[in-house]
């Protein structure tokens, strides 16, 4: 049984990691992520909120444990405020924004003690300057004290609170060794000292919220493209409801400049949809009667109405906010690295301090100095820089690759695809767009190309086949008028026939040889060879993997050998295999890990499932197939080929990102400890090394969502 819940009010990286580990070991199957504050547990137990609460009451106040399904309703009524109209639905509401005004109430507290707090400090810090140079009496120390005391409470005192039951729940976070680091500093008389770490651990927190917050609404934005109303259009009239209340089959009105709330048909008018939210591609596109719509897209022109064909919960915008959203859970080896490390690096840090100020001390005799140090220390062992930001920087990368068509499942596929070392394809529908054309007409009798390629499109018309279009294509290009036959028939996985007068017309495949054979009366009179259509985009998608430093290119396919190599002509690939079961895909991707070390699979059919399932990240072509996509790690929902190329980029800088972050962090704390041991860092700047170094790392990480990908 899956339970999903959202963790509300919860703000320490520290503490989140703390309450995953802890609900893992009572439950074992648990996902979370700070980012989104989405939590997913796995059991055999019905109700289970109760006891999730208490687990992280013990660890973290203020967190409230809200199922997902009520979240989101949370979230609806307040994106319905001004247009739903149900009494029930306003009670709800005023209930959610009772606590959201709460909190806004209490931010804006927070931002005014702390500007009384920074004017106080500024003062005591004068004073304290003054006093220093003799510019003042001595005896307004006191005064100066007094003043930084204040500063310190004002900036501080929810600090001191949480540090204090963080203390009494056995446990430590940035709060105790905030709380710890500012009391001893002013029982030491470094009373403005004090304060200053007071006042600037307020600032970094604050603008680190303000950061981390600013960033996840980017990311949210990025997956916002489902509309939570819908207009039905019944009896000359429409009038709007809940988006998942929409039965399949419903007429919908969409105004220009909405989104398309539920896929569907065009049923009346025309004008063009921006699809970019889906496919990554900005270029309008036509749609009039007859075109498919996808929720999500955007209506530029004109109003046009809609034939619902999918319920809300099966739509194109619906599956791609779950992908987007659930990715957030799956996590890559760095973010798991870094949950261990933090478990262990703090007490190994907090181990350090106390032999800093212990060892020392009891051999110099100078304990005031000594414990000043390892009060640096302290401060500069948390750790909360890197345990946002590494999360943060694959949420990121997974939103910004949203907005290039591209959906990765997750952490650990982000790294998979960096660094993918050989890519295999699919030949059909994925390298070609699964249209063919007439390449050659070959008589093998005594009638002209353009008799036979007239004689099969008349055999071939009632068909909807490929081959039947490609034919009619053909004549229609060349003016070549198709005669009316009798008696079609069509021969399972073989071909057609038809009556022409007293002759019968056959078109089928030929045995064990490429083309298709066309015969009058059994004796064959022509043999029509077709060819693939290429994605046009296919050839500059595989040009540019190759630049990338991938090492193989590789097409499979279960169509003849001949055709596949036809097809591979002029594409940059490196091994062709065509007549291929999809298990021999299986062995061929196999035997591509053991050869590179890895290998991407890139496919679209429901065959596809197994070889996409055993590739080191399965990449499935477009939003058609759900054995494909549930079996991938990535879906290409753009269907367009130059996505990967940039997905493998913008995994590459995701993953650079986050090495880089982790690298900062760690640099800038051992080089204040170091600096701390040599007496040269104050204990405001290890504040930075916490919250400063945060803020930094955070800013790194949003930079990958407002950055272009080309």
Known sequence: MKHEFVLEGLHCANCAAKIEAKLEKRYGDVRFSFTTLELEIHTDEADIRGEVQQIVDAIEDGVTVVPKSEAKQSHHHEACHDGCHDHDHHHDHDEGGHDHEHHHNTGKLKIVLLCIASVLFIAAFVMHLLIHFNRIPQNLETVCNVLSIISAVLAGYDVVIEGVKSIFKRRIDETTLMTVAVIAAMVLGEFVEGAAVMVLFGIGELLEDKAVEKSRRDIRKLADIRPDVAYIYENGKSRQVSAEDVKIGAILEIPPHTRVPLDGIITEGSTTVDASSLTGESEPVDATVGAELLSGMMNND????????????????????????????????????????????????????????????????????????????????????????????????????????????GGRFVEAIAAAKAFAFDKTGTITDNQISVKEIKATGSYSANEIAALAAAAEARSAHPVANALRTYCKENNISIEELKEHREISSHGVTARRGSDTITVCKREGKPGI???????????????????????????????????????????????????????????????????????????LIDDCGSCAFVGDGINDAPVLSRATCGIAMGLGSDAAIESADMVL????????????????????????????????????????????????????????????CVLNAVRLIRRKTK
């Open 302 to 409: 004109n109003t046009v109405y809609l034939k619902t064909t999918k319920a809300y919960a099966d739509s194109a915008a619906t599956r791609i906010v779950k992908l987007v959203e659930d990715s957030a859970k799956s996590k890559g080896n760095h973010e798991k690295l870094i949950t261990r490390f933090a478990a262990v690096y703090t007490p190994v840090m907090i181990g350090l301090s106390l032999v800093i100020a212990i060892i020392p001390s009891l051999i110099t005799g100078d304990w005031t100095e000594w414990i000043h140090k390892a009060l640096v220390c302290l401060v500069a062992s948390c750790p909360c820089s890197i345990v946002i930001s590494v999360p943060l920087s694959y949420y990121a990368g997974i939103g910004a690759a949203s907005k290039e068509g591209v959906l990765i499942k």
């Open 517 to 591: 054979s066309v015969q009058l009366n059994d004796s064959e009179i022509g043999v029509i060879t077709l060819s693939e259509h290429i994605r046009s985009e296919a050839p500059d998608a595989l040009k540019a993997l190759k630049e990338l430093g991938v090492q193989k290119n590789v097409m499979l396919s279960g169509d003849k050998q001949e055709s596949c190599q036809n097809v591979a002509q002029g594409l940059a690939l490196d091994e062709v295999h065509g007549e291929l079961l999809p298990e021999d895909k299986v062995k061929t991707v196999e035997r």
């Open 637 to 696: 929902s753009s269907e367009n080929l130059s996505s990967l190329p940039r997905a493998v980029r913008l995994a590459r800088r995701t993953l650079s990102t986050v090495k880089a972050n982790i690298t900062f962090s760690l640099i800038v704390k051992a080089v204040i400890i170091i600096l701390a041991i040599m007496n040269i860092a104050p204990l405001w700047l290890a504040v930075f090394s916490d919250t400063g170094v945060c803020l930094i």
